[in-house]
């Protein structure tokens, strides 16, 4: 009898639903440029607007696709995994590349969400494990949408305009960056950084050689790795792109991160506009 009603118990257990902890995901554009939001493939807003906020979202992997009222304007769209508890605020920013823009969602904050709020606002998980499979896949769809590529903006607290573009070029050839380093040269200067123990002094001599030299991405890229923490890393892919022979194929530096909040972080700083 006891067996029978504790296999019972099990069972019931077993069946009942399953919920989920909620988060909060709201994304604006500043710039009050209307849009529709797509999330793991399903439309969250039947008319255009330029702010949409969900307070039922699930914790874990999502899929978000922001597609713009005016056609002309590139979608930008971002795989995100949210943690419960959260509320996430996002921002559809506009970066630029000399003639060229684009806009791409990018983090403003991440908050507490009180229980208070979720007890108000959300309820049980009601998506099936077919319906939830079915959004997986048409978010995958969407996402193998061509993406802009990302090339790289002028150096940071600058206005992109054509006079940037000749002045960027003047510089380089005031600096005698005409042709990029000998491979017998850049020996040497990846032996001096690598000599320093310290990873001060090694910022120090590296900014100096760079300086000094004519250094393409890639090389710059090999220069960074030499680097052991992430914050000197970033601290010299910043500091370099004024110096970089060819600031097209700056996207190489990016491959020295090991974490994705860094290379946001130098975008904001050598892509974004400044307004």
């Not at 710039?31 to 039947?46: A, D, P, Q």
């Not at 003639?99 to 507490?112: F, G, H, P, T």
């Not at 910022?203 to 000094?212: G, N, T, Y």
Request: glycine share 2%; net charge positive; proline share 4%.
């Amino acid at each position: 009898m006891r067996a029978s009603a504790f296999y019972l118990l099990l069972l019931l257990c077993i069946s009942a639903p399953i919920a989920k902890a909620q988060v909060a995901f709201e994304i604006v554009s500043p710039e009050k440029k209307k849009f529709f939001l797509f999330v793991n493939g399903l439309k969250e807003n039947e008319t255009s607007k330029f702010k949409v906020r969900i307070k039922n979202l699930q914790e874990g992997p999502h899929h978000i696709k922001v597609i713009f009222e005016n056609k002309e304007l590139n979608n930008p769209q971002i795989k995100l995994n949210f943690e419960p508890g959260k509320d996430y605020k996002y921002e559809i920013k506009l970066y630029s590349n000399l003639d060229r823009k684009w806009y791409a969602i990018n983090l403003i904050e991440v908050s507490d969400w009180s229980e208070k709020q979720i007890k108000k606002k959300v309820g049980m998980d009601t998506l099936s494990f077919a319906e939830l499979k079915t959004a997986e896949v048409k978010a995958d769809s969407i996402l193998k949408v061509g993406l802009p590529k990302l090339a790289i903006a002028k150096p940071k607290d600058t206005v992109l305009i054509k006079s940037d573009t000749v002045k960027k070029k003047l510089d380089l050839k005031k600096l005698n960056c005409t042709t990029p380093l000998r491979p017998d040269g850049f020996i040497l200067v990846n032996k001096k950084i690598s000599e320093e123990a310290l990873e001060n002094q090694k910022l120090a001599v590296a900014k100096k050689l760079i300086q000094e030299n004519c250094l393409s991405a890639i090389q710059l890229m090999e220069l960074i790795q030499l680097f052991d923490f992430e914050v000197s890393k970033l601290e010299m892919a910043i500091f370099a792109y004024p110096y970089c022979f060819d600031p097209m194929n700056y996207n190489f530096v990016e491959d020295v991160f090991e974490y994705e909040s860094s290379v946001t972080k130098l975008h904001n700083e050598i892509y974004a506009s400044k307004k």
